[in-house]
C-alpha cells in the first residue's frame, strides 16, 4: 500500500501541473481556466491512485477478476465531454477552443502520470505544454498569417448596394478572388470575399469609403 505522504505530494504535484497551463489559459480569458485545469489534473491524478491502489484487497484473490488499468484508461476518453464543451462554433463559421480542449486532454495524461508516480514525466510535459501553448504562438501566427487566406463581409441595406460592392471589389487591379458569396437575411445582403491576392492600398480605400456609406450595416475583415 502507498503511505498518505506520498499521496499527498502526487495530489499537490498534479493541481500544480495543472495550474501551471490554466494560468497560461487564464490568461486570455477562457472558460476553461485555472481552476479548471487544476481539477481536470487533480481529478486524473486521483483516478490514478485509485486504479494503482484501489483494489489491492480483491486483486488476486479467488473469483475476482480485475484490471485496475482500466479506472485510468476511463479518463482519457471521458476527459472528451469537458474538452468538447470548450469548443465554440460562431456565427461565421469559425471553430475557436480546440487548443483549449487539447490542452484539457493533455492535462488529464498529465495528471495520470503524475498519479502513477512518474514525476519526471508529468515534468517534462508540463513544460513542453508551456512551450506550446505561450511561445510557440507568435511563430505559428506569423508562420500561418503567410498562407492563410484573407476574407472580407460586407453588410448591405438592399440588393442593389450589395451588387454595387460586388463590382466595386472586382475592377479592383491586380486582385484575384478565391470564392464570392451574396447570402440574403431579412433585410440584410451579406456579400462574402475570399482572396488569394490583392491591392492592399485600393481595397483599404475602397474599404474607408463603404464605411462612409450609410447603406453600409457591417464590415469585417479577417486576415
Given amino acids: 500500500m502507498i503511505q498518505w505522504e506520498e499521496v ?21 480569458d477562457w472558460a476553461a481556466g485555472l481552476r479548471t485545469h487544476m481539477m481536470v489534473c487533480l481529478g486524473a491524478a486521483l483516478a490514478m491512485l485509485v486504479s494503482i491502489y484501489g483494489f489491492g484487497d480483491v486483486i488476486g484473490k479467488q ?36 487548443t483549449t480542449a487539447s490542452g484539457l486532454w493533455t492535462v488529464a495524461a498529465i495528471g495520470l502520470a503524475t498519479g502513477g508516480g512518474m514525476y519526471f514525466t508529468a515534468l517534462v510535459a508540463t513544460v513542453l505544454a508551456i512551450i506550446i501553448l505561450y511561445i510557440l504562438q507568435p511563430v505559428e501566427r506569423r ?26 471589389i472586382l475592377q479592383i487591379s491586380n486582385i484575384e ?31 474607408k469609403e463603404l464605411h462612409a456609406d450609410a447603406a453600409i450595416r457591417e464590415i469585417v475583415w479577417s486576415g
Fill in 177 to 207: 478572388v478565391v470564392a464570392c458569396q451574396i447570402d440574403k437575411s431579412g433585410d440584410k445582403f451579406t456579400v462574402s470575399f475570399k482572396f488569394k491576392s490583392f491591392n492592399k492600398p485600393e481595397l483599404m480605400q475602397l474599404i
Fill in 143 to 168: 508562420f500561418v498569417s503567410r498562407f492563410k487566406q484573407k476574407s472580407l463581409k460586407i453588410v448591405t441595406a438592399s440588393q442593389d448596394k450589395s451588387a454595387e460592392v460586388l463590382n466595386s
Fill in 63 to 98: 473469483g475476482y477478476m480485475l484490471d485496475p488499468s482500466r479506472v485510468a484508461a476511463q479518463v482519457i476518453s471521458g476527459i472528451g465531454f469537458i474538452g468538447a464543451g470548450t469548443i465554440l462554433f460562431s456565427q461565421q463559421g469559425t471553430i475557436r477552443g480546440l
Fill in 8 to 28: 499527498v505530494i502526487r495530489l499537490l504535484l498534479a493541481a500544480f501541473f495543472g495550474a501551471i497551463i490554466g494560468l497560461e489559459r487564464e490568461r486570455k
